[in-house]
């Protein structure tokens, strides 16, 4: 059963800097909610009982957000609605837990840090740069692990151009929207990318993706990537459908695509 998850919220926020500094972008606002927000109630509506949250120690600030104030509550006592905005945060914490990664290495290293958490079979893996509106993207993976007996990844179709910039899927069979998944690339050139579908983040993954992990080495910009840990469970046989999802799919890692990301959410 599918009953945990990883989020990893480690990252340098790089590419959104100065703005990134001092305050993660999972915690900036995209419509009423936070972005982290948005992803922890997606995994719960997806039947998700606990929740492992990847952070540094420059990142604290996410730990202390859903810690209760005592004395915060004692001044706003008065303030019922105030309180109720704060209860929301509560059934929050019930399901999540930390996880320290100080010296961040790539997806890879990050899903690493929880290799004794997962006690089941499989666990769901959510990046929280990709936000998913309009439908259940962890729903609709959950429903296809069963189905097909398999790991899964969530995929898109892309243009040309823009392949180099995700993992990229090859596949034997498609079945309305699911693949049969027979080759892993991350960011291939347009010459040698295996066809146009992009790994978008979410993910089922097997248990197995932890020994896959410990054995391989650092690939491109030096990190340990998590496509070439999924391409080496693929050659030991494991199987893996690309699901294409029914949502739509906003771009949180940029600043272009989070003011894109902010007003597409203030339309719905």
Known sequence: MINQAIIPL???GTRLLPLTKSFPKEMWPLGKISI????????????????FLIISDRKKIIKDYFESDKEF?????????ALQQLNILKKY???IKFVFQNKPLGLGDAVNTCKNKITSSHFLLVLPDDVIINSNCSKELITAHYKYKSSVVAIKKVS?????RYGIVGYSAKNRNHLKINQFVEKPTIQTS?????IIGRYILSKKIFKSLASKTKGKLGEIQITDAMQNLLISNEKFTGCIFKGKYLDCGTL??????????GKN
């Open 160 to 164: 040309d151009r823009d392949v180099n």
């Open 194 to 198: 295996p066809s146009n579908y992009a």
């Open 256 to 265: 272009d695509g989070y003011i894109k990301s902010f007003n597409e959410v």
């Open 93 to 95: 914490k019930k399901k």
């Open 73 to 81: 509550e004692k001044k706003i006592f008065k303030n019922k609605k």
């Open 36 to 51: 982290l927000e948005r992803i922890l109630s997606e995994c719960l509506s997806a039947g998700i009982k606990e929740i």
């Open 10 to 12: 480690a990252g340098l």
